[in-house]
């Protein structure tokens, strides 16, 4: 569709200004103009989409995504599941994640060593809808570390490829570069659902963390660090991480090292697996008891400070919460915008601009992803009713009467729904 004028909108443009009635034109797949409404905008031959006063903003990004889990209620079960019908599985998450409003994902994770580099090649071509990914490696862990499901008279493997020493690593994170990845993915601490690899063990060496971070550097590629201790923390800003995951157990001289790093490092706590295992897995055999009995309870609480602290020092904390299992299912993702607000205390616009205007960042699209603004990637919802008021609209695919990515509609304008919702 060459162009389109989104008209009568409440326009939030993702850069924390309020929202005003306004008009989008898009051409091609940019972004042409924002003007308030009434104000003259060259639109000749332009597809018209009357908002009837609904929300227009940037498409939601998922900072911490992983395509290519199942929903599994296991890491062993995800290692069982064929490459091919792994394949068809993850192209139907890409879709289900482009329908609740994500344009963009960055990974923070594969499951299997070329799964998120087929399927960001597949949807880059126009072979499959999905979001703009950033293709991740499968995550580098040591025996015994997060990820190393193995038994000793038994193969088995799940998101994980397993080295010890700094040249397996240095060698496995070249062979990632190979096969075409955006990210690496190390595993410095562990989680505490492991028994033997809780979250605040590191169970990387320096030497480890620093042979991926060299590779990166040598390959202009990212590494993201699995990093809840804060020893795991300290080591992977040392060696140049810019994406940490969860840093919830962060101490006082951590805290101190990512403000000095504020502005080339990003946080995502994943606080939507820890909520869910907390509140919602019994049916699983994770009842609230088992989950506090693991610990999980106490690290969220202290995650939670954490992360307020980090706020204040202008770290920038983006939404994602390790969505793919079975009682954090692919799909529910935007729920941690709603997280960001009742747990962290984030207004409703901070909490949609970490998912946005951040979002852009992290992907390293700053500059063209995330804002309705001229001259950006036409990245657009459009939302019956306003998220500002109440973030939970955001988790109903059915208010989003819109989803356009790169200026072409996945879902067409849905108005006479809309209206009808507006009678009833």
Same mark, same amino acid.
């Given at each position: 569709?060459?162009? *389109?004028?989104?008209?009568?909108?409440?326009?939030? !443009? /993702?850069? $924390? =200004?309020?929202?005003?009635? #306004?008009? @989008?034109?898009?051409?091609?797949?940019?972004?042409?103009?924002?003007?308030?409404?009434?104000?003259? *905008?060259?639109?000749?031959?332009?597809?018209?989409? !009357? /908002?009837? $006063? =609904?929300?227009?903003?940037? #498409?939601? @990004?998922?900072?911490?995504?992983?395509?290519?889990?199942?929903?599994?209620?296991?890491?062993?079960?995800?290692?069982?599941?064929?490459?091919?019908?792994?394949?068809?599985?993850? =192209?139907?998450?890409?879709?289900?994640?482009?329908?609740?409003?994500?344009?963009?994902?960055?990974?923070?994770?594969?499951?299997?060593?070329?799964?998120?580099?087929?399927?960001?090649?597949?949807?880059?071509?126009?072979?499959?809808?999905?979001?703009?990914?950033?293709?991740?490696?499968?995550?580098?862990?040591?025996?015994?570390?997060?990820?190393?499901?193995?038994?000793?008279?038994?193969?088995?493997?799940?998101?994980?490829?397993?080295?010890?020493?700094?040249?397996?690593?240095?060698?496995?994170?070249?062979?990632?570069?190979?096969?075409?990845?955006?990210?690496?993915?190390?595993?410095?601490?562990?989680?505490?659902?492991?028994?033997?690899?809780?979250?605040?063990?590191?169970?990387?060496?320096?030497?480890?963390?620093?042979?991926?971070?060299?590779?990166?550097?040598?390959?202009?590629?990212?590494?993201?660090?699995?990093?809840?201790?804060?020893?795991?923390?300290?080591?992977?800003?040392?060696?140049?991480?810019?994406?940490?995951?969860?840093?919830?157990?962060?101490?006082?001289?951590?805290?101190?090292?990512?403000?000095?790093?504020?502005?080339?490092?990003?946080?995502?706590?994943?606080?939507?697996?820890?909520?869910?295992?907390?509140?919602?897995?019994?049916?699983?055999?994770?009842?609230?008891?088992?989950?506090?009995?693991?610990?999980?309870?106490?690290?969220?609480?202290?995650?939670?400070?954490?992360?307020?602290?980090?706020?204040?020092?202008?770290?920038?904390?983006?939404?994602?919460?390790?969505?793919?299992?079975?009682?954090?299912?692919?799909?529910?993702?935007?729920?941690?915008?709603?997280?960001?607000?009742?747990?962290?205390?984030?207004?409703?616009?901070?909490?949609?601009?970490?998912?946005?205007?951040?979002?852009?960042?992290?992907?390293?699209?700053?500059?063209?992803?995330?804002?309705?603004?001229?001259?950006?990637?036409?990245?657009?919802?459009?939302?019956?009713?306003?998220?500002?008021?109440?973030?939970?609209?955001?988790?109903?695919?059915?208010?989003?009467?819109?989803?356009?990515?790169?200026?072409?509609?996945?879902?067409?304008?849905?108005?006479?729904?809309?209206?009808?919702?507006?009678?009833?």
């Amino acid at each position: 569709m060459a162009k *389109v004028l989104f008209k009568n909108v409440n326009v939030l !443009d /993702g850069t $924390g =200004a309020p929202p005003f009635t #306004g008009q @989008v034109l898009v051409e091609g797949n940019r972004i042409k103009a924002v003007a308030p409404q009434g104000t003259a *905008v060259a639109s000749d031959g332009a597809h018209m989409v !009357d /908002g009837g $006063g =609904a929300t227009l903003m940037p #498409g939601l @990004v998922e900072a911490h995504s992983h395509l290519t889990f199942l929903d599994t209620a296991d890491l062993e079960s995800l290692g069982f599941v064929p490459p091919e019908e792994h394949t068809l599985r993850t =192209a139907k998450n890409a879709r289900k994640l482009l329908e609740q409003g994500f344009t963009a994902c960055n990974s923070a994770a594969s499951a299997k060593a070329r799964l998120d580099v087929v399927i960001r090649n597949a949807i880059d071509a126009g072979d499959i809808p999905g979001p703009r990914t950033r293709a991740a490696s499968p995550e580098l862990a040591t025996t015994a570390g997060l990820g190393d499901v193995r038994l000793r008279h038994m193969h088995r493997e799940t998101f994980a490829i397993i080295c010890d020493g700094p040249e397996e690593f240095r060698k496995t994170a070249r062979e990632m570069v190979r096969e075409g990845v955006d990210t690496l993915k190390i595993n410095p601490s562990g989680d505490e659902f492991v028994p033997h690899c809780r979250a605040h063990h590191t169970v990387m060496t320096e030497a480890e963390i620093e042979a991926v971070c060299e590779v990166g550097r040598m390959h202009d590629k990212r590494v993201a660090a699995h990093a809840r201790s804060a020893e795991s923390v300290k080591l992977s800003l040392k060696h140049g991480v810019e994406v940490i995951y969860h840093a919830t157990l962060v101490d006082d001289e951590a805290c101190a090292q990512l403000e000095a790093a504020r502005d080339r490092v990003f946080v995502a706590p994943t606080l939507g697996i820890s909520y869910t295992t907390l509140n919602e897995a019994t049916k699983w055999g994770i009842t609230t008891q088992v989950a506090e009995s693991l610990g999980i309870r106490r690290e969220l609480e202290v995650a939670i400070g954490n992360m307020k602290e980090l706020k204040k020092r202008g770290v920038r904390i983006l939404p994602g919460g390790d969505y793919g299992f079975a009682w954090n299912p692919i799909g529910t993702n935007a729920r941690d915008i709603e997280h960001f607000v009742s747990l962290l205390g984030f207004s409703p616009m901070d909490a949609i601009l970490s998912a946005t205007k951040l979002g852009g960042e992290i992907m390293m699209m700053g500059n063209e992803l995330g804002q309705i603004r001229p001259g950006y990637l036409a990245d657009i919802l459009l939302v019956d009713g306003n998220p500002l008021t109440n973030v939970k609209i955001l988790q109903d695919a059915d208010k989003l009467l819109a989803v356009m990515k790169d200026g072409q509609f996945h879902k067409q304008p849905d108005m006479a729904a809309a209206a009808r919702r507006q009678v009833a």
